[in-house]
């Protein structure tokens, strides 16, 4: 049976849902002092660089940008195997800092789990935030975001796939159904 | 994604993309090495262990924390403390050991082939941490790690591995794995030391340490048996570091940002003069702490492996 | 007791026949040798499409019998002889203790008397204790039944003491048995020296080890003018060393074993300690050369070397290894190889078995002309059946060919007029 796409969040929609989400961190956090925004690999960490980049247009000042690989964090060595392990790349010293972690779509929440590990291993952030463009629900963890793009209910069986441009900005999101 | 391989036996073995996708996952690791926390929870719960029937210091030890730094429970046993000495067999040995589940058995043996034998016989995982005059794969594997990391690529390098070629299980090693990257291997020793056909593996085979050495990116030199001098292996060690010592002088011969490695522990003043083990192309100690991620990877990927095809 | 076995080839290298004849047997001889003989027998065998040869002999057995009979022992390895096709067994004194005086030359023979199931000829050894100093009594030893003398499992390092053993066993007419290797140049090599060797990081042995010992020991042969026979030549080299010295009419002889001219070094990959014997498997150029050898009448006799060891004493590292493979039962189905592979042709083979052996030893066996001992064995040349070691009759199952399709086999096995063996149509 052929898969049926349909486009979720075109790009407008994408730049509408960022922007709110750069005025939401800098309200809740009272501008950028001490925020660093950190992006999971792959996917994450693009959509935390368009971010940073909003936040700066915004405030004048852009937050330190990491990323975060949580392959070594995961809790399916098992089951998927050996993953190619990605960089993490967090340039500053985390303690003390408001950490904005950042993904594309927010799912079970074991990711965010995995990420929250390896982030607490860095040091010791004086809070943690979420960030996700797309939270597609079905939770198996007690994790909740604290800025969403878009809420989209989708069932177990369905995929919901983000695509970025050739500069790594995300450009539509559509939820494809098997 | 998963590693191909359920144990590492050698290098043998292992293809161009294996090796690099070894590479690559201890480039993820090494950045661990430098945080204050240094450990992540990706082996927990598993249980690794170091059976080492060869006195060894660095190798054990790189591979216990190796394997703590991935938070999986470490246990050496080393033969003087086993029952190997009360007349038990290997197999025997290795099945009470396997009785208690380990994931992962890290094992160092004097004879070629007893890792190779184990693998045969039980169920868990095998890493060589050097068998016989056989192969020691992660040794080789740190070795070109450090390499690129270095010169950024292996692929053309002209690399000479000097000394006891023969009793050489680093030689063996690198020697695999360098032509399997495509690097260029010259090997020199006495002729006691150069073994019969080794050349079929793909090396230039040479007598004069400099030839050896001349234009070389890369001067390894092996460490040398001290038991072996005065027999007839060799004459004497002075003879051997007239001949087959690295020193300032016949490493001018070398490119001028050679790197010079030695695998440990060196016998200075007899294979390899202070002045270059301490000189500025020296990368030795980036070899021990590089050694660390290789083995991390090497863990990491044979405990994640559900094999795919026989190693 | 008679039998009458019909319609086969009959191949008879010492008598220069290869006929389809039939031969009867009577009260352990052989009684005669015709086309269509149409006697009344106890028993009548059809041999139609098979081969009927002397019975086998093999020069170079380990029985383990007495002192290791965990390994074998004289009732298990007769009986896996005799399973293999063969009539008599040579077997080697490094027996515990060693067959080096009267006592356990008498003890294998009456052992051999009461449970075996073929002819047995010990081998004494050359010196007490197989430590190649004090030569043994080998007058009384071969009035006694020792058929030769050799420190098998050991070559007799010292020169002095080869020249006097070649010396004082001629007048007795007793050869000589070479386990010929320099053992300074043996040092604590496991296999053979060379590439394989080297890339499985393998001490060596290397062929001048065997080359120069059999050098020295056939100087001695040609220096004495006593029988030296060469156990188990397995280098190119020393088969040149033979040929040569054959045609300078040297009294020396040899023999070969099935896997030196079956398997080469390269059996050893992944440590297999049943590729682990000595000598070791060489190169394939010396493989080819002992194949030649055998062909060309330099090497006289096919010997399998048979050397059972308990599974315990391979199940190990490959460097601490016990040498040696069990034989008797895949020797002539490998040497029928030889035949296909268009090395020799079937009577050459044959003799190899059969008049090849019982002339290095002066053996009374190994033809067929009346009157001879009824020693025969009946040969499926075609059968193909798959070896599996713990199938073997030996007490030991160390084999390098576990799992190897063979093709032919002793369907019958008749030692002094009597069956010894007949194989189940099954295998």
Known sequence: MPEVTTVILNQAGINRALTRIAHEILEHNKGTEDLVLIGIRTGGDHIAGDLADRIAAIEGEKPPLGAIDITMYRDDLDSRGSLPLGRTEVPFDVDGRKIVLVDDVLYTGRTIRAAMDALIDLGRPRNIQLAVLIDRGHRELPIRPDYVGRNVPTSREEDVAVDFDAERHPCEVRLIKP | MSFGHKHILGIEHLSREDIFQILDTAAGFKEINTRAIKKVPTLRGRTIINLFFEASTRTRTSFEIAGKRLSADTVNISASSSSVVKGETLEDTARNIEAMHPDIIVMRHGASGAPHYLAERLDCAIVNAGDGAHEHPSQALLDLFTIREKKGSLEGLKVAIVGDIAHSRVARSNLYALTRVGAEVRLAGPGTMVPPGIEKLGAEVHHDINDAIRDADVVMMLRIQLERQGKTLLPSLREFSRFYGLNQDNLKLARPDALVMHPGPMNRGVEIASSVADGPQNVILDQVENGVAVRMALLYLVAGGEATEES | ?427
């Open chain 3, 1 to 427: 007791m008679s039998i009458l076995i019909k319609n086969g080839r009959l191949i008879d290298p010492a008598n220069n026949i290869d006929d389809h004849l039939d031969l009867l047997l009577k009260d352990g001889l052989v009684a005669a040798v015709g086309k269509n003989l149409s006697v009344d027998a106890d028993e009548t065998l059809d041999a139609d499409g098979k081969l009927v040869t002397p019975g086998l002999i093999d020069l170079h057995v380990h029985l383990r019998d007495p002192g290791q009979e965990y390994k074998e022992d004289i009732a298990s390895g007769t009986a896996a002889a005799v399973a293999g096709g063969f009539t008599s067994v040579v077997c080697m004194p490094n027996t515990q203790p060693v067959n080096d005086n009267l006592a356990v030359t008498k003890y294998i023979l009456s052992r051999s008397e009461e449970v075996g199931r073929c002819r047995v000829f010990p081998v004494a050894s050359i010196t007490r204790g197989l430590k190649g100093e004090n030569l043994t009594e080998m007058g009384e030893l071969k009035q006694g039944g020792a058929v030769a003398f050799s420190d098998d499992g050991r070559p007799v390092e010292n020169g002095e003491v080869m020249r006097r053993a070649l010396e004082y066993a001629r007048p007795f007419d007793a050869p000589i048995i070479s386990h010929a290797e320099d053992l300074s140049l043996v040092g604590k090599g496991v296999m053979n020296d060379g590439f394989v060797a080297t890339e499985l990081g393998l001490k060596g042995i290397p062929w001048v080890a065997e080359d120069a010992m059999v050098a020295r020991d056939v100087m001695l042969a040609e220096y004495t003018g006593g029988h030296m026979h060469i156990a188990h030549i397995s280098t190119r080299g020393a088969v040149e060393i033979v040929r040569r010295a054959k045609e300078r009419g040297v009294r020396v002889t040899c023999e070969a074993t099935p896997h030196h001219f079956t398997l080469t070094e390269e059996a050893v990959r992944g440590y297999d300690t049943n590729a682990k014997m000595n000598p070791p498997l060489r190169t394939e150029a010396d493989r080819e050369a002992v194949r030649r050898g055998l062909a060309d009448g330099t090497i006289d006799a096919i010997a399998t070397d048979h050397a059972p060891h308990h599974r315990d004493e391979k199940n190990v590292e490959f460097n601490i290894a016990c040498n040696g493979i069990v034989g008797l039962e895949t020797a002539l189905p490998l040497a029928l190889r030889l035949v296909r592979d268009k090395v020799m042709d079937l009577p050459r083979m044959v003799a190899l078995f059969t008049s090849g052996p019982a002339d290095v030893l002066g053996l009374d066996c190994g033809s067929l002309a009346a009157g001879q001992p009824a020693d025969v064995t009946l040969i499926d040349p075609d059968c193909e059946w798959t070896l599996t070691a713990d199938q073997l009759v030996s007490k030991s199952k160390n084999t390098p060919f576990d799992g190897w399709t063979l093709q032919g086999a002793a369907i019958t096995t008749i030692v002094g007029g009597k069956i010894a063996w007949q194989r189940a149509e099954q295998q």
